[in-house]
């Protein structure tokens, strides 16, 4: 056999070969096409964090998502249209069938971060 192989072996239990030229060379470029803009900084968080920054402060003219916790405990999200940095909400016009859709995922959202929240809070027991 002869080879490093991973723990589990393979895969699907058979041997695998890994392409270790290909590997150093993905690993080599990465920090590259992070500082051109094409990694973490354009998606996730940091790019939900840049985007919003750079409409607040009048950059560009854009329609950003932003979520927040409502009163009600739901955390939903509310588009804005940023013009010259001034954010007006854009109300999303639902149908019954849409409204319905969005009141079981919010519920089904809901009943999941108290199960988690319960957890955090050292309970074992939802």
Not at 74 to 99: H, K, M
Request: hydrophobic share 40%; aromatic share 2%; net charge neutral.
């Amino acid at each position: 056999m002869g080879g490093p192989r991973g723990a589990g072996g393979g895969v699907g239990g058979l041997p695998a070969a890994i392409p270790l030229r290909n590997v150093h060379e993905e690993l080599t470029a990465r920090p590259r096409r992070i500082n051109e803009g094409l990694g973490r900084a354009r998606s996730g968080p940091a790019g939900a964090v840049l985007a919003a920054l750079t409409a607040a402060l009048g950059l560009v003219d854009t329609v950003v998502e932003l979520s927040v916790v409502n009163p009600d405990g739901s955390c939903l999200g509310t588009p804005l249209r940023f013009t010259a940095g001034r954010p007006t909400v854009i109300p999303a016009g639902l149908d019954p069938v849409e409204t319905s859709l969005l009141a079981d995922a919010d519920r089904k959202t809901r009943t999941a971060y108290q199960k988690i929240q319960h957890c955090v809070e050292g309970d074992t027991a939802p």
